[in-house]
């Protein structure tokens, strides 16, 4: 019963979270509370009452409880003993469970392996008897042919395909007794020659059994034969016989002299040798060649499948002579023909060739990969499970379709893959095509060489993941590709001739501009500094015929471009370098081992920075400079094009040294720090060579100009009344001036660039303000001849104006008001200077220019302005 109702309370009173021993108290003594409430005094008695009866209440629940956990507790012991005996009977089972299942294991190892030495033993005994009735019928044949008897064996040979297999076997195990006992004894001499003439005959009609089914297209007896012969043999002479008649060999192009097809197809290759001409496409025979070869391969799979028991062997053979036969004959002499032409004719036949090979390989790869891989593998499965279905590899779909079907897709997909594996697969001579046994037999007699069912059955157990897209034939084919161009690639064949050409090329391409700087410095100082800017108009053909110029001149004087000079730097011989180095850059990337890139990248850079800057554009900018020092001439502003036209060349070479060094040697970081460094180099020589010209130019421009003004004469300012042009027009050397600073800034605008422009005019404009602030304080100026200086520092102020610089136009308006002080009337001066834009200027300037009036002297207008 819950204690709670003893209280009158809620049932879980006293199980309640939230219980309160005061909020209790509180609860049982309410009554009594009111009940004191009422009187005036209080009386402890009825609370002494209620505490005690709720006492003995609470003490005889405690009692309850306590009596009814004692029981439980009971319970729960008697509970748990049962529980622990339980376990430990069920423990005692298992035991024993496991136990009995230990013996029984054991029973069971016991009867296993005694099963499998059983089932060993009978195995060898039933090797033993096949073996002893094997070298019993050997031996039966081997006494037949010693007595002249082969009735046996012309029996077997009637017995159609399974006989003539069955023969084939014999024979060569015979064959195996007569090598291995050759020092026999005197009578067995009949039995060894028989067993050599009828092994000779067999032969000889299997052979011609193929031969006459080969030309009949007789796919059957083709395949019979040539079984036949692979137990004989290995079918090495039945492979041999098939690949001699193959009509790609006997065709009439390969039956041609190699000489004249060589000749006939290298003439079709205009500018070969021309560095200005693009490389031109592959060889046409050639590539022809190639075309012949996929469709032959191709179109073949389906007849070797079909013939030979070991048809990827077949392939490897007819690749093989295909390659080393016919491909490297015609590749000789072509290649021959045209390194006897010139070193870039042979390097980009060689080169075109090596791509077109490459192509080929690739072709045949995915071939390999896609339709002759598979399907050979699925034959080799089916025999190592001893189950060849008929037509296995009579798959018009793997075969024939699948040929056709890559002809089409191949043109369609990139040619990129250079895979170099190092996969063989060997010739087996002897695999069994009927008996599986006999076949692991005679795999330890093999001759050499790893067998192709190994190769295929290691094929077979990897993975699909692995080697996707790998075939048999794919570390073959390589090997083939490497061989074609070893001779001429290998060690630093390829290297010393492409250096050496590069070199030559270059020398080609700087022809022009060495032989006109040798002329220049032959001749009389003043006509060789003219000869820099010999246009290449005027040498068109010569730089043509070297592919590092063409006649630009005139094109670039329509487009209000500057003409380029043969005698310094142009930008059509800096892209003819780049071009010629970038061709070679291709040809050595296409050509040199995968690891070597990065090293043949970096010496032919080397070649070109080199050229670039000791023989090209470092000369170039000397001999402009050196034109700049005799201050005696007029400088030639057309320098201001060299200086756009280096620019452009630098700015050509850093482009080509992004596209198409930095791919190819940033991987390795050395070499790349180092060809940043040589490249840094060039371009921070260049770039300090032109500004030493762009300031000595700009020095030699303002030094003609202080030339022109030193021509001014006293009288210039101090005209007759009727002296009308000079009020027109200014003075002379202002002209001359004017006209020469319109020529500066044409010559920039047209030659620099928005930056360069700026820095230039704006160091011109400031020399000559400075200049005309000297040269207006050393001539007296009378009343007419102050509108004439006005005239001229307008003319100045026009021309400046047209530099477009707001700096230059707000020093040439200050000058023009400083003009305006020989025109205006002696009362106007002061306030001209005081209160004007000249009130900035310092006193003693101001003062020079007052001090040139022609009445400043004699009018006190001095002393007034101090």
Known sequence: MDPSRAFGLAEGYFAQLGFSADAFIEQISLVDLEFAKKNSM???????????????????????LGGKISQLERSTKTYADDHRKKMARLKQTFATVGSSFERLETQISEVGSNTIRIGEQLDTVAKEKDRAEAIKELVEFYAELNEGNTSRLDELLDGGSEGMIKVAHT???????????QYSAPTDTLAKRQIEIYSENFEKTMLENFEAAYRENDIHNMSIAARTLDAFNGGVSVVKAYINQHPFFLSSMISQSQDSIAEASYQSMEGISDISHLPPAADRWLAQLYADTRDVMFKDWAVIS??????IDVMQQLLKRVFEQTIQSYLETLLGRAERQSKLAFLRVLSSSHIETRKLVEDLQRFDAETVTPAVTILESARRSGNVPQGLLDMPSSAQTSSAQFSRSRAKQAMS???RDAEQSAIDDDDDLDDEAAARDRLGEAKSGVSSAVAIAALIGRSEGDNAGVGLLHGFLNRCCDDLFESYVAGSNYMRAEQAHLKEAFRQTLAPFARARAERHSSSRGNALLGIFTSVTGGASTATSAGGASNVGNASAASGQPAEFEGTVTTTTARMLLQVHAEAIARGVELENDGLVTECVASLTSILLSTLGDEYMFPALEDVLESLQDLRQEPDLRTFGVIRVANIAVRLVQMHFQRTIVPFVGASSYVYRDMVAEKNQLMSRVEMSLNLISNKLVGACTQWILGILGKQRKGDFRPADDDYTAFEMGTQPCRQCADYLHRIERACRQSMGVENQERVLTDVGNTLHRMLMEHLRKFVVSVAGGLVLVKDVSKYREAISSFGIPALNEKFSILQDISNIFVVQPAALKSLLDEGPLARLDRATVQGFVQMREDGRTSGLVRQFL
């Open 42 to 64: 209080f009386e402890p008695k009825p609370f002494v009452r209620t505490f005690e009866r709720a006492l003995e209440k609470l003490l005889a629940s405690h009692g309850e």
């Open 171 to 181: 024979l060569r195990r015979l064959n195996t007794i007569v090598v291995d006992n």
């Open 306 to 311: 079909k013939v030979f028991p070991r048809p």
């Open 417 to 419: 893959r250079r895979g």
